[in-house]
């Protein structure tokens, strides 16, 4: 496989899509609270998702980190999350197809003419994925999938779910951690209401129901492999999520410096006034480093789940800050809705604190992979510790 065209071309394919029609569209989206499938489909036509995946689930990270800090600095909210799920559905069927059957559907969302979403989180199953309780219970050559997912993003116009089950085999469905996940079409499920959210208008949230059959073909990897085949996915979108709040916190503190310096108060610029200056230089500062890192890790070979956990949970809590911040010394238009952006930037933030796992569940994970230093510890304070213990 090869690897597609340069991170510079890709980024300039990427940037092309996203012109005054894509501008139009995101806010027809807000305003209709539906995600806009065109997105996808312009995206896929321009051969960006084509040119992302060219070299399989062995992709430049240059290329993610490139797609969506632009998909954040065009403020895109929702319609940048959509993006990045129907991205890391495909991060999935990258790595995980194994039927021909899913080829097929890999391909048709490789051009943007299927689109895919995730549904992993069940009433009982948000953070703790191996408590779900949706089963595929073994039926000839497939399963019978029934279970409902409490948030699916997209469901509402995509064509295929990517759904953890537990895999119920010779009707013991006790084994712990036989989880699947599998492509189930969105016509063989009920879908139910979008839910009223406190921001991200244009990502269609809601429910979805199934009791349905599936071949052995709509299962990706096998019984057991479900948890890591999603953890990919999930580490493919914590990894976006990141590069978005970059984007968007680049925009919006460019866009406040400029308010600063265009606005006066007791007789001089708000940049003027050292206590606004040093926050923003600070939030900046900050920013910067989120920025920087994400192309650290776009010039390393693979993925990282503990490397993506970090990332996303630093930079969730850091956007959440800068757009608060930014919102504040906009003074009272940064509040009101009609007069100023920031308000609806601020309430479409706060859901990276929460989508594809909270802060504490990534913490988790970082948490995990820490290592202690027994040796210089011991070094250190070996005889001390001795005589305490
Ligand atoms: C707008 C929106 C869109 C979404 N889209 C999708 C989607 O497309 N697909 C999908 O599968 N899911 C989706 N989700 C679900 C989302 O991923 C979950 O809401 C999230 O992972 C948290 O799960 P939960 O809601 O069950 O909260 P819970 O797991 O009940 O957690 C509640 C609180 O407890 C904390 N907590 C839980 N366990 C621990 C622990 N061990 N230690 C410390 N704190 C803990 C959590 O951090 C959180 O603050 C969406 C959610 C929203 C709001």
Same mark, same amino acid.
């Given at each position: 496989?090869?690897? !597609?065209?340069?991170?510079?071309?890709?980024?300039?394919?990427?940037?092309?899509?996203?012109?005054?029609?894509?501008?139009?569209?995101?806010?027809?989206?807000?305003?209709?609270?539906?995600?806009?499938?065109?997105?996808?489909?312009?995206?896929?036509? &321009?051969?960006?998702?084509?040119?992302?995946?060219?070299?399989?689930?062995?992709?430049?990270?240059?290329?993610?980190?490139?797609?969506?800090?632009?998909? !954040?600095?065009?403020?895109?909210?929702?319609?940048?999350?959509?993006?990045?799920?129907?991205?890391?559905?495909?991060?999935?069927?990258?790595?995980?197809?194994?039927?021909?059957? =899913?080829?097929?559907?890999?391909?048709?969302?490789?051009?943007?003419?299927?689109?895919?979403?995730?549904?992993?989180?069940?009433?009982?199953?948000?953070?703790?994925?191996?408590?779900?309780?949706?089963?595929?219970?073994?039926?000839?050559?497939?399963?019978?999938?029934?279970?409902?997912?409490?948030?699916?993003?997209?469901?509402?116009?995509?064509?295929?779910?990517?759904?953890? &089950?537990?895999?119920?085999?010779?009707?013991?469905?006790?084994?712990?951690?036989?989880?699947?996940?599998?492509? =189930?079409?969105?016509?063989?499920?009920?879908?139910?209401?979008?839910?009223?959210?406190?921001?991200?208008?244009? =990502?269609?949230?809601?429910?979805?129901?199934?009791?349905?059959?599936?071949?052995?073909?709509?299962?990706?990897?096998?019984?057991?492999?479900?948890?890591?085949?999603?953890?990919?996915?999930?580490?493919?979108?914590?990894?976006?999520?990141?590069?978005?709040?970059?984007?968007?916190?680049?925009?919006?503190?460019?866009?406040?410096?400029?308010?600063?310096?265009?606005?006066?108060?007791?007789?001089?610029?708000?940049? !003027?006034?050292?206590?606004?200056?040093?926050?923003?230089?600070?939030?900046?500062?900050?920013?910067?480093?989120?920025?920087?890192?994400?192309?650290?890790?776009?010039?390393?070979?693979?993925?990282?789940?503990?490397?993506? &956990?970090?990332?996303?949970?630093?930079?969730?809590?850091?956007?959440?800050?800068?757009? !608060?911040?930014?919102?504040?010394?906009?003074?009272?238009?940064?509040?009101?809705?009609?007069?100023?952006?920031? &308000?609806?930037?601020?309430?479409?933030?706060?859901?990276?604190?929460?989508?594809?796992?909270?802060?504490?569940?990534?913490?988790?994970?970082?948490?995990?992979?820490?290592?202690?230093?027994?040796?210089?510890?011991?070094?250190?304070?070996?005889?001390?510790?001795?005589?305490?213990?």
């Amino acid at each position: 496989m090869t690897n !597609g065209t340069s991170a510079e071309n890709f980024c300039a394919a990427v940037e092309a899509v996203l012109d005054d029609r894509f501008r139009e569209t995101l806010a027809e989206a807000e305003r209709q609270g539906v995600f806009p499938r065109e997105v996808l489909a312009r995206l896929g036509a &321009a051969g960006v998702f084509a040119d992302k995946w060219a070299g399989g689930y062995r992709f430049q990270l240059a290329k993610l980190v490139g797609l969506h800090t632009a998909l !954040g600095a065009a403020c895109s909210g929702g319609v940048g999350v959509g993006v990045s799920l129907h991205d890391s559905a495909l991060a999935v069927l990258y790595r995980f197809a194994g039927s021909d059957h =899913l080829r097929s559907l890999r391909a048709d969302a490789t051009a943007g003419t299927a689109v895919l979403c995730i549904g992993v989180s069940e009433e009982t199953g948000g953070s703790d994925l191996q408590a779900v309780r949706t089963t595929a219970v073994r039926d000839g050559n497939g399963y019978v999938l029934t279970g409902a997912k409490a948030f699916v993003s997209l469901s509402n116009v995509a064509d295929f779910a990517l759904v953890l &089950a537990r895999c119920v085999e010779n009707g013991d469905d006790h084994r712990p951690g036989n989880l699947g996940l599998f492509a =189930l079409p969105l016509t063989s499920a009920s879908v139910g209401k979008p839910y009223d959210k406190l921001g991200a208008n244009s =990502l269609d949230t809601a429910p979805i129901e199934f009791d349905t059959w599936l071949p052995d073909e709509a299962l990706l990897g096998r019984p057991g492999t479900g948890l890591a085949a999603i953890t990919w996915g999930l580490t493919h979108e914590r990894l976006s999520i990141a590069a978005q709040i970059s984007g968007a916190c680049g925009r919006v503190l460019g866009l406040t410096v400029a308010r600063m310096m265009r606005r006066e108060q007791f007789g001089k610029p708000l940049f !003027g006034h050292q206590a606004l200056r040093l926050r923003v230089a600070e939030l900046q500062a900050r920013v910067d480093m989120l920025r920087l890192a994400l192309q650290g890790v776009a010039t390393t070979e693979q993925i990282d789940v503990r490397t993506a &956990a970090g990332l996303k949970v630093t930079a969730a809590r850091l956007g959440q800050e800068v757009v !608060g911040e930014c919102l504040h010394i906009f003074g009272g238009a940064g509040y009101l809705t009609a007069e100023t952006p920031l &308000a609806g930037w601020w309430q479409d933030m706060r859901l990276s604190r929460i989508g594809s796992g909270t802060d504490e569940v990534l913490w988790e994970l970082v948490a995990a992979g820490m290592k202690p230093d027994f040796n210089e510890y011991e070094a250190l304070f070996g005889q001390a510790d001795h005589r305490r213990g």
